[in-house]
């Protein structure tokens, strides 16, 4: 597993450095403030991300937001919903007060939209994940249950419900609501579990959290069965901080 992530991260690294090569044509040819340059800016921050480095992605996003403002205009959604990745960004910055004023700008924008958006359920989630990170327990699991919600009446996938329902059971924990917590984590690791080996790093997150639950609700032997599926699937180097 250590080399397939490293093999990862390479292709990553080229992929990124493809779109660095794209966005100086873009911009000397056709100008900064276009659409190509735009979208090219958007996928390098989303690289960045997945590299782990939200600070190189924030400043990616912010630029392809400036470009996208100048070639779509403001109101336009392309250019709205880049808000709720910088938002994302700020987040992992630890910058929490960016990170809820570019989310809650982005929902209040989309909404303007549609109120049935369907960006919005995700950009509820990382509001309330802001929320949890500020230790607002209760304010989280508002925002989380308005996500699962609009993606249940918007019939988006089963994989996407399961994103909320883990942070519901999370926020559900936070307030040691432990028995409400439970059925909401129980239904998202089931979720990844059907869809295999592609979810495994879901599955193990919704694991963890519930053997949580599991203690908080005086259930220990049972916690103690899931967290010990998580360590006999977890056989690489990467998995250290799970163990």
Same mark, same amino acid.
Request: charged fraction near 25%; aromatic fraction near 4%; hydrophobic fraction near 40%.
């Given at each position: 597993?250590?080399?397939?992530?490293?093999?990862?991260?390479?292709?990553?690294?080229?992929?990124?450095?493809?779109?660095?090569?794209?966005?100086?044509?873009? %911009?000397?040819?056709?100008?900064?403030?276009?659409? #190509?340059?735009?979208?090219?800016?958007?996928?390098?921050?989303?690289?960045? &991300?997945?590299?782990?480095?939200?600070?190189?992605?924030?400043?990616?996003?912010?630029?392809?937001? %400036?470009?996208?403002?100048?070639?779509?205009? $403001? %109101?336009?959604?392309?250019?709205?919903?880049?808000?709720? &990745?910088?938002?994302?960004?700020?987040?992992?910055?630890?910058?929490?007060?960016?990170?809820?004023?570019?989310?809650?700008?982005?929902?209040?924008?989309?909404?303007?939209?549609?109120?049935?958006?369907?960006?919005? $359920?995700?950009?509820?989630?990382?509001?309330?994940?802001?929320?949890?990170?500020?230790?607002?327990? %209760?304010?989280?699991?508002?925002?989380?249950?308005?996500?699962?919600?609009?993606?249940?009446?918007?019939?988006?996938? $089963?994989?996407?419900?399961?994103?909320?329902?883990?942070?519901?059971?999370?926020?559900?924990?936070?307030?040691?609501?432990?028995?409400?917590?439970? $059925?909401?984590? =129980?239904?998202?690791?089931?979720?990844?579990?059907?869809?295999? #080996?592609?979810?495994?790093?879901?599955?193990?997150?919704?694991?963890?959290?519930?053997?949580?639950?599991?203690?908080?609700?005086?259930?220990?032997? =049972?916690?103690?069965?899931?967290?010990?599926?998580?360590?006999?699937?977890?056989?690489?180097?990467?998995?250290?901080?799970?163990?």
């Amino acid at each position: 597993r250590d080399d397939l992530v490293a093999r990862r991260d390479r292709v990553e690294v080229c992929v990124l450095e493809q779109h660095r090569r794209a966005l100086a044509i873009f %911009e000397r040819t056709i100008g900064a403030n276009t659409m #190509e340059a735009g979208y090219t800016l958007a996928n390098m921050g989303n690289i960045h &991300n997945r590299l782990g480095d939200p600070s190189a992605a924030l400043a990616s996003t912010l630029r392809a937001r %400036e470009a996208l403002t100048q070639a779509l205009g $403001p %109101e336009d959604p392309r250019t709205i919903t880049l808000g709720g &990745n910088i938002g994302q960004f700020h987040r992992k910055l630890g910058q929490l007060d960016e990170a809820r004023s570019a989310l809650q700008a982005t929902i209040d924008a989309l909404t303007r939209i549609d109120a049935k958006h369907p960006e919005l $359920p995700n950009n509820f989630d990382r509001l309330g994940l802001v929320e949890l990170d500020a230790g607002d327990c %209760e304010r989280s699991l508002s925002h989380h249950e308005r996500a699962f919600a609009l993606a249940t009446e918007l019939s988006l996938p $089963p994989f996407t419900l399961a994103y909320q329902q883990l942070n519901m059971g999370i926020a559900l924990d936070c307030l040691g609501r432990f028995d409400d917590a439970i $059925p909401q984590l =129980e239904r998202a690791r089931d979720t990844w579990i059907a869809r295999g #080996e592609s979810s495994a790093a879901q599955r193990a997150n919704a694991e963890l959290a519930l053997a949580g639950a599991l203690v908080g609700a005086g259930r220990a032997a =049972e916690a103690l069965a899931q967290a010990q599926s998580v360590l006999r699937a977890c056989d690489a180097s990467t998995c250290d901080d799970l163990r």
